[in-house]
């Protein structure tokens, strides 16, 4: 069988009939060596079977009140596409899903998440809520509340929600996941196959696994807790009853755990909170304006590198920071801020986790020698301005917003090889653009062979009506050319 992996919230929805939950309270206080741990105490070797039988409840009873279940739908009508007739266009774009044209359909997503505030701040995954409109969380005391959803980070799989009802909500702590060694005790909570809220317990099973394909920052923390489809968003717990990471993801056979989940450091979710408590909509990270490349050991060999290790400076932007502080083309980086950076994931994890202004010190490999150098850390700019323009009328983009291409564009919706064309930056529900699956990050290189250059020449290319739409899109780094009735 071939190794999938799965994001978790398989829109499970908590109806399975006959199933009803069952609740155990201890009669006792506990007396657990767990109770007894200091935080400033580094953690003992137990030396006994007494000092292994320990139980985790006074964290369970610390953690669990700030765990919630995250329930998310929409309701959307699909109408009748006539650019579907076109059978060329089908094969490019899809049919367009399942649902009966005309027809209301109602898709609905359940996952976890963890109050961080006591206001109400919510986070979980973005994945849990994307495309929703409709959010409502339940509380471990039964409460049903509605939530509004405060910032999405689709590049971290994270988002961000707020109570609209209430407050003085219990929070978790967030504790620091740099911290973290692998073979420490971790617990997840969440609520999988939406069976009501369940514990599982487990070790840090490794640091810095990069490769994943979740996100963007591919950086997480891997956990033999058990986690499973619906625990999504949901906390990983240290023994001091603290968040150091996100469930999001899980590497399986079958859908259900074989003990091999990831979780995203809590170090990222705190860049992600504070952009949402700033009031932004989007999360501004330091910008390299580099391109890093993976060290495979043939270009190791060729670098005079004793092992494939750090990411290659494939290409460096004249204006960015990494060439103000003295970067070349070829140079290898192997450390950020004193913390080692083994591949360009860990490079844009480190930086990724830095606030914005003053500096971060990166270790550098130039012709064998070691470097240091400091990058000042800025947001990428956006040169030129995005101009969005919503496009109306008849064409296959009516309905789709586009913007210029900047760095910081480039940087924000991880665009592919964009040199040139505009970006597709939103689409409406039920628009030709939508039906035709345009998606969030289409590149519009040409439309009937006039090249793209900018929000203006897509807007007046589609403006009039056309007997046909030749149509060139770059989608994933891929180039695709199609040619649709008009």
């Known amino acids: 069988m071939r190794l999938t992996l799965r994001y978790f919230f398989f829109a499970v929805l908590a109806c399975a009939a006959g199933v009803s939950a069952a609740y155990l309270e201890r009669a006792a206080e506990p007396t657990s060596a767990v109770a007894q741990v200091s935080t400033n105490e580094a953690p003992a070797v137990p030396k006994s079977r007494a000092e292994i039988a320990y139980s985790f409840a006074p964290v369970v009873k610390k953690a669990q009140p700030a765990v919630v279940n995250v329930f998310a739908s929409r309701v959307e009508r699909m109408p009748v596409n006539p650019f579907l007739d076109d059978p060329i266009f089908r094969r490019f774009f899809g049919e367009g899903g399942g649902a009966m044209p005309g027809r209301p359909n109602t898709a609905q997503s359940l996952g976890s998440g963890v109050i961080v505030d006591p206001t109400g701040l919510v986070v979980t995954n973005n994945h849990v809520i994307e495309g929703m409109t409709d959010v409502k969380v339940a509380l471990a005391d039964k409460r049903e509340i509605p939530a509004k959803i405060l910032l999405r980070d689709p590049r971290t799989d994270l988002a961000v929600l707020k109570l609209t009802e209430g407050s003085n909500f219990p929070t978790m702590e967030l504790g620091d996941s740099d911290a973290l060694e692998v073979g420490d005790l971790t617990l997840a909570i969440g609520n999988p196959f939406g069976v009501g809220q369940t514990v599982t317990q487990g070790i840090v099973s490794a640091l810095a696994r990069t490769h994943v394909g979740i996100s963007d920052y591919g950086f997480f923390i891997q956990t033999d807790a058990a986690i499973n489809p619906g625990n999504s968003g949901g906390p990983l717990v240290d023994m001091n009853a603290r968040v150091v990471g996100i469930n999001s993801a899980i590497f399986s056979k079958s859908g259900g755990s074989i003990g091999i989940g990831f979780a995203i450091p809590v170090n990222m979710v705190k860049s992600v909170l504070a952009a949402a408590k700033g009031g ?26 004793d092992r494939p290790t750090g990411a290659l400076l494939a290409d460096v932007d004249p204006k960015g920071p990494a060439a103000e502080a003295g970067l070349k083309r070829g140079d290898v980086i192997i450390s950020v801020d004193g913390q080692t950076a083994d591949d360009p994931e860990a490079v844009g994890y480190r930086l990724g986790t830095r606030p914005l202004g003053g500096q971060a010190t990166v270790g550098v490999l130039r012709g064998g020698k070691k470097i240091v150098a400091q990058i000042r850390l800025a947001p990428a700019p956006e040169i030129p301005p995005r101009d969005p323009v919503k496009l109306k009328g008849q064409s296959p983009f009516a309905g789709a917003t586009v913007i210029n291409i900047s760095p910081a564009v480039v940087e924000e919706m991880s665009v592919q090889g964009a040199t040139n064309g505009v970006v597709v930056s939103e689409v409406d529900d039920g628009s030709l653009a939508q039906q035709l699956n345009l998606q969030r990050g289409d590149l519009v290189l040409a439309v009937n062979d006039q090249k793209i250059e900018s ?24 180039v695709f050319t199609t040619v649709v009735g008009g």
């Open 455 to 478: 929000t203006r020449d897509l807007e007046k290319a589609t403006s009039s009506r056309a007997y046909y739409w030749k149509i060139t899109l770059a989608r994933g780094g891929q």
């Open 280 to 305: 932004g909509k989007m999360v501004k990270r330091p910008w390299l304006g580099a391109t890093l490349q993976t060290i495979s050991q043939e270009i190791a060999e060729g670098l005079g590198l």
